[in-house]
């Protein structure tokens, strides 16, 4: 290989060793400003450039006269240009380290060997649909544009490690090929007017397709416009087909409706612009199809206007998107892990994957922050037996829309802070699993999940902070374990759950809820339904559709209101502890509300009845406040031994446990009249007077005298005999069991008002 024009010595071709072509291109050289020097056939087969092998030396021009004229090595006068187009260049076009003084323009031309531009410094430079065996130009610099629209190359790299172009550079249309390798190795090119390796529409023609099969390589660009890869096509399966990593790009990354078998990789990289993906395709099962961590887009990143398909998974963990992140309509897919991993994503407005949004393999939004809403209505997230999006940490100041979503897999959102969540309409499938995990959610409005919400698997809002719940006509089915745990969850407003149905047990234990609205919810759960032990309700409306099937466990919980109904009520139930201030039903006789109390368990709890008889006590209905305390005495009995049976039979039948004490006048009444009866039967054989100064027998003032401690005179002036004795006995003891019950079961009642 000889250097030509580079260095003193170097030998110059003679005008007799110049071909017919040749010297027609070193007399226009010197004749005229701009050369355009043509072999064409006007044959489309024969002018095709990738058959240029074959072409003879009537077309033929070598490489070393054409850089003894690009180089000044050979005198001209005139051309600061030269154009030559359907010619072949014969022999290495070195031009290393020159300074090139003249234009270049190779127009369908075919280049038998590499072209060698390494460190030199040319002007615009064109090889336009050429035909390349290669062109390396490492930190070559470029005062135009470099123009490869539309050049093939097979088995060849084109290298532009380091060059600085200060214009475009034009690879609309290439057809690259080198499957083994690198196809295009520009790392940090700096293109002040942009790079474009898109689909290129000539006038007249069809639109030709950038495509490579081999890896492009663009890492560490600078790029002062966008980096255009639209309707392109890039081929590298096994490896990463486009590098763009640590870019720098002052406009836009245009992938639209772009095809890369292979991956993607755009790691570092700042796009200050859009990053534009409508209709991309990218397929890569190596590591991730679309792996972008630290990503930076300084406007939005957006798939709309088409169907963004990536088979294979998206990294893009810590990326940052200033503007709007719009994924609606892509299909993501990885099915052995994560389809789209975005943990600590930053996103300025707002972030969309709906409208027929679908992922195959789980979404990771962990600890992602958003500036406005984020919209996933109406997609599909499908990872059945895993977790379908993982939004832990999520931080949302505007709305979450998961309205008309089926997720089939687990959805997780623990410490996740939002201003609405909108479930309404979803679906949420993991049977026999947790179908959402909502730990400490903090939600600053409302969590909707009406439209026929249905969950099936576990739901779980344990320490959840929510202004306000509605789940009217939700479904949520875990028939062998809980459908809904909220322990300590806290609601300060509704927590609307009308219409619901609940196939599984619902537990509330210790939330704090403004009110719970269960009219006409279907409860059902082993072995509890619903349980709101040591919960804080403002009003508890308890009136589902059927009893519940199971029990209710209202241990220590705490209502304001308490509104219910008998049709309704849990066939079994437990009521230790339970506190209510009112009754929303009042329509409820104190009869059916003592039933109610019956279906307490465990056994007799005396502070149920006490806790009903203060409540209707404190609403001015105090007749029923003493049928109630009159009823736990009386289902007390069945709790003691046999002597405290009789007593408490006795105070019963005597004052009524002190709540009807009439009944001692009753027996009072009774048992002076027997005693008059008796007496005055007996007297005066039955009678003998103690002196001769008493007064004259009167046998109803004798039973007063001996049934009450009071002194008539008739006691101690007569004498009883016989059966007149036995009967002022019976009256003394009956008058002392009376007497102790009243003053008992006066005190109890007194006690307990």
Known sequence: MIRIGLGEGVRVLRDDELTGLERDLVQFVDDRDQVMIGGKTGDPAADDPSTGGTWGAERQVRAELLAELLTGTRPVKRAWSILLSGVRITGTLDLAAATITRQLHLVECHVDEPIMLSDARAQSVTLALCHLNGLVAQRARFDGSLNLRQVRTDGATIDLLGARIDGQLLLSGARLRNPRGTVLRANGVTATQGIFCNTDVLDGDEPRQFTAEGVVDVSTVTCGWDLDFSGSRLSAPRDYALMAENASLKGNLRLNNAEFDGGISLLDTKIDGSLLIPGTRITYFGWWALYAPRLVVGQDVTS???????????????????????????????????????RNLLVGRSLFCANGFHSTGTVDLTGTRVGGSVDVGGARFTNPGGTALNAN?????????????WFRGQVLMRNTQTATVDFSGARLLNPGGSALSADTLRVERCLFGKDRFTVRGEVVLTGST????QL?????????????????????????????????????????????????????????????????IGRLTLRPKRAPD???????????VLDDEPRSWPRRQVLDGFTYRGLGNNRVPVAERLGWLERGDPGFTPGTYDQLATCYRESGRLEDARRVAYAKQRRRRRELHWPGKVWNALLQVTVGYGYRPWL????????????????????PGGFVAKGADVPRFNAFAYALDVVLPVDLGQQTGWFPQGVAVTTSWVLLVGGWILAAALIAGVTNALKRD
């Open 304 to 342: 709309r206007g088409g169907t963004l398909v990536v088979k294979g998974g998206t990294d893009l963990t810590d990326a940052r998107v200033d503007g709007t992140m719009d994924l609606n309509g892509a299909r993501l897919n990885r099915r052995d892990g994560l389809a789209l991993t975005a």
């Open 393 to 405: 940490r999520l931080t949302v100041p505007g709305e979450l829309h998961c309205d008309k979503s």
């Open 466 to 469: 929510i202004q306000e719940i």
């Open 472 to 536: 009217s006509g939700a479904r949520l089915s875990n028939p062998e374990g809980t459908a809904l745990m909220a322990r300590g969850m806290r609601v300060d407003h509704d927590f609307k759950a009308d219409d619901v149905i609940l196939r599984g047990a619902v537990k509330l234990r210790d939330s704090q809820l403004g009110v719970l609205d269960l009219t006409g919810a279907e409860l059902a759960g082993s072995p509890a339904a619903l349980s709101l032990d040591r919960a804080r």
């Open 550 to 560: 199971g029990w209710v466990d209202l241990t220590g919980a705490g209502v304001d």
């Open 664 to 683: 001692a006048g009753v027996w009072l009444g009774a048992l002076l009249a027997v005693g008059a009866v008796v007496f005055g039967l007996a007297y």
